[in-house]
Nanobody, 128 residues
């Protein structure tokens, strides 16, 4: 069983920045596609950004393109989400997720049901 532990959340003013980290246990991290999802109160969980196991292929939701950047360090079993120019609508619980069987080396899924492991979630609150 893989454990994912998120850190780096908190309260920030609009236009500010935060960096989320997700540390994974186990030895198979480099074979997983990784992603960040978020869920705001009363809304469905949505894809934010993902990185393929190669680390050179990334995807981001239109709502965060140009503001959020996902990256991974396979030596540290960690995936990051750099969030800049934060807006109040970015307020949500952010979840790290791992897909242990991505379709290909450059594949990133947008769909929560394709991810096998999830972190406990971390709150990000952006004040106006």
């Amino acid at each position: 069983q893989v454990q994912l532990v998120e850190s780096g959340g908190g309260l920030v003013q609009a236009a500010g920045s935060l960096r989320l980290s997700c540390a994974a246990s186990g030895r198979m991290f480099s074979s997983y596609a990784m992603a960040w999802f978020r869920q705001a109160p009363g809304k469905e969980r949505e894809f934010v950004a993902g990185v393929a196991r190669t680390a050179y292929s990334t995807k981001a939701a239109d709502s965060v393109k140009g503001r959020f950047t996902i990256s991974r360090d396979n030596n540290k079993n960690t995936v990051y989400l750099e969030m800049n120019s934060l807006k109040p609508e970015d307020t949500a619980v952010y979840y790290c997720a791992a897909d242990r069987s991505p379709v290909g080396s450059y594949s990133v899924s947008y769909f929560p049901h394709e991810y096998d492991y999830w972190g406990q979630g971390i709150q990000v609150t952006v004040s106006s």
